[in-house]
């Protein structure tokens, strides 16, 4: 068994771009984020940390001038007001920023109110109110008692709700009056919080809603106990109690979700469905522009119902309900409300394959694949959508159907707007790393970045490889090294992730693996997004099959442009999470292919991750067994002839360790030779410094020791 490096390799140096990437979060730190643009259109809020070193973001408060600059106010630096060190988070915190993918320290998120002059932070488990006038920012720390997860300020900036130890409570925002608003009355059920599915699986990270006139709110209210319970525990740490874990594997169930309406003094009245025939709930949407939308999903997927819900009579109606033989798709942002009781959904348009958004009669145009909506208002949409799967532009959409595109040039966009001012976050082939900025009639405003910029020339070629034009990117040696050299593949290739995008920091890390004398290549294959429904569904079922066939395709594709460079004799895959499932199952399955696999955090038998991603996927269990067999790597694990190497995180909740352990022991058991390398401490993610590091020599010394030679197909 490979034991973890924790001092470092002394074979390299510590100013080496290993080091370097992990010291920066791959180059994310310093990168200003999470924007909110005041209604006027002048002032913008976000959060950035002071280097590119430096992982605790600070909330800073930018304010446009008439010529055409702007001054920036650090509203809340966590040193400040305490020392980062001992910011010690909540289980429940914790485990919400892993949902979130979230590995900042300091300020991790904020809210605002409807004018954004009062904003609300935790820090630490304590709430913080910051007041933004004129003058600059004044901070009060609020008394709670500690253990503030999420909270949320009134559009009138009156109160702010918050939740601690499962329980909902709201207090002035001047710190006094302080109570609860609704509290467990077991141990399994919570409230005010995203339960597991939604936040890990329908990208929603919040449990509770302001009514626009602050009068109220909609608060979730979930209920664990009929899931399964879970122990995960930290071996090098015998003399600690396993933490219990709560996970709804496939087949299982699934927690049962509620929501309240809720009165600020406490009275509370629930909103009902059909519980039993729409067991989740995906979104939660309340404008001033009318009642609440409330959508939930069938177990099965198939069947949404979007319905509103009247706060004053209590009067449900639904709105639209979505039928779809393989599953109906969900994005960030819609539903939503326009003006004259007009609906904005999403549709998948399988005759004319295109994801589209539709309002009444209406609907965004063929062709145009339609990702999030970024904001919503009376005057329309803001979409961030594409007709190139490598791409995301910025488009408004009115609520009479009329689109027009916001951003010409090419890349990877994102963004706000408020009064004819438009945000754009953006990431090119041009520069590396985030470029924000803020276009303000005929000036434009750059939010100053203070990342640091991979010490690489970054050259990806972006190539449509094969008769289904897989979308590939490929890297060679910055040296430029001649002849044929050794393939390393890189995917994740399952749904919901793009990885071949025009921006250039998508492959710092693949650059410096081509620097080391390989060729390089990412591919996304059947079932990513961004090229219409029937691309994404057809992994519907298996998805083992056409997710390595197009690996299998793009490598070739990318030797036959490259007919004098890549040596397919020697040819490596690695991936994290589904690219890990995807690179265990390419030395397995096709050996004659894949000479060596590096396999992270890979699911290894479906039927122990989740209800809602793999039975959208796969079918129930019960219902489609042969599904989940045919998607299993444990049955491969007596084919393996090619060296592999799994790493997982033994604290990892969401792809539990399990996974590689029990491949593990089926490959000991077939007298199959492999690697295991634990994480211990190490979830889903990997930001400590010295494990993110050192996994990526570790990967780089396990290739080159498999590739370095010759290998044959005979083996």
């Not at 509203?75 to 915190?93: G, S």
């Not at 999420?150 to 559009?155: A, F, K, Q």
């Not at 430029?480 to 025009?502: F, N």
Request: hydrophobic content about 40%.
């Amino acid at each position: 068994m490979t034991q973890q490096r924790t001092e470092g390799n002394d074979s390299y140096p510590r100013d080496s771009y290993p080091r370097r990437a992990a010291l920066t979060r791959h180059f994310r730190s310093g990168t200003p984020r999470l924007f909110t643009l005041a209604p006027d259109g002048k002032r913008v809020l976000f959060l950035r940390s002071t280097s590119g070193t430096d992982s605790v973001d600070s909330l800073i408060h930018l304010t446009l001038t008439r010529d055409g600059e702007s001054t920036e106010e650090i509203v809340i630096d966590p040193r400040d007001l305490l020392d980062p060190t001992t910011m010690d988070l909540d289980p429940a915190e914790r485990s919400r920023r892993e949902r979130m993918r979230e590995t900042s320290t300091g300020v991790a998120s904020y809210d605002a109110d409807a004018a954004m002059t009062v904003v609300c932070v935790t820090l630490g488990g304590q709430l913080l109110v910051a007041r933004l006038d004129s003058h600059g920012a004044s901070i009060q720390q609020l008394e709670t008692g500690g253990g503030v997860i999420d909270p949320r300020i009134s559009p009138s900036g009156e109160y702010v709700t918050y939740v601690a130890h499962r329980s909902v409570h709201v207090i002035n925002s001047d710190g006094t009056g302080g109570r609860i608003l609704c509290s467990p009355e077991v141990d399994t059920q919570s409230f005010g919080m995203a339960d597991f599915i939604a936040a890990e699986e329908l990208s929603r990270s919040r449990g509770h809603w302001w009514a626009p006139d602050s009068s109220s709110l909609i608060v979730e209210e979930f209920d664990d106990s009929a899931v399964s319970q879970w122990w995960i525990s930290d071996p090098t740490s015998p003399d600690q109690r396993p933490s219990q874990h709560r996970y709804p594997r496939a087949g299982t169930a699934n927690p049962a979700v509620r929501l309240w309406l809720v009165r600020l003094d406490g009275e509370r009245r629930d909103i009902e469905w059909d519980h039993e025939r729409f067991p989740y709930l995906v979104a939660v949407s309340w404008s001033e522009l009318g009642d609440p939308l409330i959508t939930v999903l069938s177990r099965d997927q198939r069947t949404q119902r979007i319905f509103s819900f009247d706060p004053v009579g209590h009067a449900s109606v639904v709105v639209a309900e979505d039928v779809d033989e393989c599953w109906v798709e969900t994005a960030p942002g819609l539903p939503c409300r326009g003006p004259a009781g007009l609906v904005a959904r999403l549709v998948d348009d399988i005759e004319h394959d295109t994801r589209r958004i539709v309002i009444g009669d209406l609907s965004s145009p063929v062709g145009l694949q339609v990702r999030s909506v970024l904001e919503s208002d009376n005057e329309g949409l803001l979409i961030a959508a594409s007709t190139d799967a490598t791409q995301s532009s910025l488009y408004s959409m009115d609520w009479s159907g009329h689109i027009k595109r916001l951003s010409e040039s090419p890349g990877w966009q994102l963004g706000r707007r408020a009064s004819g001012n438009l945000l754009v976050v953006s990431h090119s082939l041009d520069r590396a790393g985030t470029r924000a900025e803020v276009r303000r009639d005929e000036s434009i405003v750059e939010i100053t970045s203070r990342a640091d910029v991979p010490p690489l020339d970054i050259n990806p070629v972006l190539l449509r490889v094969g008769d289904r034009e897989l979308n590939t990117a490929v890297l060679f040696p910055a040296e430029g090294q001649p002849g044929q050299l050794p393939v390393v593949m890189c995917p994740y290739g399952g749904p919901h992730v793009v990885e071949v995008i025009a921006a250039k920091s998508a492959y710092a890390d693949a650059q410096w693996l081509a620097n080391q004398g390989f060729v390089v290549i990412v591919a996304d294959g059947r079932g990513t997004p961004g090229r219409g429904p029937r691309w994404e569904r057809a992994i519907k079922g298996d998805l083992a099959t056409a997710v390595l066939e197009d690996q299998v395709a793009a490598l070739h594709g990318v030797a036959k442009y490259f007919p004098d460079r890549l040596d397919l004799t020697r040819v490596g895959i690695t991936g994290w999470s589904f690219g890990g499932y995807l690179a265990a199952l390419a030395v397995l399955r096709r050996p004659e292919v894949f000479h060596v696999a590096v396999a992270g955090a890979p699911v290894t038998d479906w039927r122990l991750y989740d209800t809602c991603y793999t039975e959208r996927y796969l079918g129930h269990p019960d219902e489609s067994p042969a599904n989940y067999d045919e998607s299993s790597l444990l049955k491969l694990a007596p084919s393996l002839k090619r060296p592999l190497m799994l790493i997982h995180g033994l604290a990892d909740d969401n792809v539990v360790a399990a996974h590689s352990l029990r491949l593990s022991a089926e490959l000991t058991a077939a007298g199959r030779p492999h690697t295991l390398l634990p994480l211990s401490g190490v979830t889903h993610m990997t930001p400590q410094v010295e494990v993110a590091e050192n996994l990526m020599l570790l990967q780089l010394d396990f290739f080159r020791t498999h590739l370095g030679t010759q290998a044959t197909t005979a083996d």
